[in-house]
């Protein structure tokens, strides 16, 4: 899988966001993108994932532009900001929700990423329930669950406590030796620095590669 953005460009209104982006996306490999809260970088996970349309350029998955019709791209799962749940279910019942969409899985499927996420205990507990870290984690057990090929994760870390951080980062690093692209966001540099292959700031809407130290 290749992920290729060509002179990108995303504006609100008079407002210019993102401007004369171009990146390549290969698989194996996990890509950060650091910058402060505003900078951007939400809205480009979001552009690619195809919930805006850009302004100009394109976002091509295997060659293919499928932002001309404002298509979710094909094996992606994505983690954009805040995960919503539906209150009334449980953690499981959610994401036997969503896995329903697709049937890709079951059960155990579903189970096996609880419980890599040390969610298991808790997947009857319903999503009102749920702590900030504890809905945290079952955003990031809705990426994995299918076991996507190009996986988006905006701000993984936040409200996970450090235990389940370290075991977040160590299943990061496994989905990418299964070949994966993985883009990874977060205004917290050394989140970024110690998991990443590549790193990328937000800057005055662009975007450029810096030096990991």
């Not at 977060?186 to 975007?207: C, M, N, P, R, W």
């Amino acid at each position: 899988m290749k992920l290729e953005i060509k002179n990108l460009e995303k504006k609100f209104g008079k407002n210019t966001i993102l401007k004369d982006v171009n990146l390549t996306f290969t698989d194996g490999k996990i890509y950060g993108f650091v910058g402060r809260n505003g900078s951007g970088k939400s809205v480009f996970l979001k552009l690619i994932c195809g919930f805006y349309t850009p302004t100009s350029g394109e976002i091509l998955l295997d060659g293919v532009n499928y932002t001309l019709s404002n298509a979710f791209p094909e094996n992606t799962r994505a983690l954009i900001e805040k995960p919503k749940f539906l209150p009334d279910l449980t953690g499981y019942e959610n994401l036997e929700l969503l896995a329903s969409l697709q049937n890709k899985i079951g059960q155990k499927e579903i189970e096996e990423t609880l419980k890599k996420l040390n969610l298991f205990e808790e997947k009857d507990k319903k999503y009102s329930k749920y702590s900030l870290g504890m809905k945290q984690k079952l955003g990031i057990a809705q990426v994995l669950m299918e076991d996507p090929q190009l996986m988006i994760f905006d701000e993984p870390f936040n409200g996970v406590e450090n235990e389940t951080a370290a075991n977040i980062r160590e299943l990061l690093l496994q989905e990418k030796k299964k070949k994966k692209i993985i883009l990874i966001a977060s205004h917290i540099k050394e989140d970024i620095t110690s998991l990443a292959d590549v790193v990328y700031e937000f800057d005055g809407g662009k975007i450029q590669e810096i030096t990991k130290k």
